[in-house]
């Protein structure tokens, strides 16, 4: 009997019914000439067919493979449309025709809704600037306090007289009034106010309710004001970098060396106000140039008082402070001035002494 034989596909086929229909490996190898083991290995050994039917597609919506330069000109064509959507604005223009000095508040972290912001300091502040001709607003961030459930600290959360719906509400409707009164010149971002909604849900609500009325920056901005015949340059952000436990105003002095050789410096987030002034490359003024001289840095104050934790287990009590500039339309001058209610006093003299 051989022992060995070369098994073709029908061979294998006929082995496989046979077994099947009863016939024993001993009877099939007979027929073969082979020994029952070289019957039996070959079939097991033989090329298994594929147990289930290929599956057919007749719809698949295979993806396509598009061309890199068609996925660029996407890209470009959505910047376009995000910055038609949520324009960035870095720079502004800004024209006051007066005869006149006028008096623009700088005001920061007020934390309206806050569990610990003097809510009637802030309401008799803006009262006083709508109601003094000559003076306006300028918003440089943490407006509200806008503290976010389920994100941020229950306790903070908790601790707030308003919820953020009123907080919000109370913020547009802020807006909407000065803007009406003709007293607002710009808002800003602010942690409280965009960078934890940014972070959160991915846009910054209250951009969305406000930069279709006033112009809102979103990041640092340079602003060039213009008072009657007199242009002021301004450099203004929510929070500015550097710090200093021995100058206050460090981080806009800073910012005058590294950045903007500005008139005004602005910047807040640190609720303790502080402002300085001294004279910078006058010689550029004395030989023409719009740059030099007196420079002013401005820091913010709060109205965020109270014994909150957070503040008060690693620093002392936030300071009321809206520091307040008089710029003249005649000359280049400016005056920094502690509060608003100090510079409704200086205008309303202004005045007086002028006949008007």
């Known amino acids: 009997r051989l022992t060995a034989r ?8 006929s082995i496989g019914e046979r077994h099947t229909e009863g016939e024993t490996w001993g009877e099939i190898a007979e027929s073969y000439g082979v020994n029952a083991d070289v019957v039996r290995c070959a079939w097991r050994r033989r090329p298994k067919k594929e147990q289930s039917p290929t599956p057919e597609f007749e719809d698949w919506q295979e993806p396509e493979d598009v061309d ?18 949520n324009p960035l604005q870095e720079h502004l223009s800004i024209t006051i025709p007066t005869s006149k000095p006028i008096a623009i508040c700088k005001a920061a972290d007020f934390h309206i809704g806050g569990g610990f912001t003097n809510h009637k300091a802030v309401r008799k502040t803006l009262e006083l600037i709508l109601e003094t001709p000559g003076m306006y607003m300028s918003a440089n961030g943490d407006m509200i306090e806008g503290f976010i459930p389920g994100e941020k600290s229950a306790e903070t959360v908790e601790q707030m007289p308003l919820g953020l719906r ?5 913020n547009r409707n802020l807006v909407q009034e000065f803007v009406n009164a003709k007293k607002l010149l710009w808002w800003m971002w602010g942690d409280h106010d965009a960078k934890w909604f940014e972070k959160l849900v991915g846009v910054n609500i209250v951009k969305m309710m406000t930069d279709r009325v006033v112009p809102y920056f979103n990041q640092a901005a340079t602003v060039k004001l ?7 340059l301004l450099y203004v952000n929510h929070s500015l970098p550097g ?8 981080a806009q002095g800073r910012a005058y060396r590294e950045q903007v050789p500005a008139d005004v410096i602005v910047s807040a987030h640190r609720h303790k106000p502080a402002m300085q002034w001294y004279y910078k490359y006058e010689r550029m003024r004395e030989l023409g140039y719009n740059l030099g001289g007196k420079v002013l840095l401005v820091h913010c104050g ?6 909150d934790p957070y503040t008060c287990r690693t620093w002392s009590r936030g300071i009321i402070g809206v520091p307040t500039v008089i710029y003249w339309p005649d000359q280049h001058k400016t005056l920094g001035l502690d509060n608003p209610e100090d510079a409704a006093i200086y205008l309303r003299g202004y005045g007086a002494m002028h006949g008007t």
């Open 226 to 232: 213009k008072v009657g015949k007199e242009e002021y």
């Open 68 to 85: 890199w330069r068609e996925i660029l000109d996407n890209a470009s064509a959505n910047q376009d449309l995000s910055q038609r959507i």
């Open 6 to 13: 070369t098994w073709n596909e029908e061979d294998l086929r």
């Open 243 to 250: 710090n200093s436990m021995l100058n206050p105003n460090h």
């Open 166 to 170: 009123q907080q919000l509400a109370a």
């Open 302 to 307: 709060t109205f965020k008082t109270g014994p």
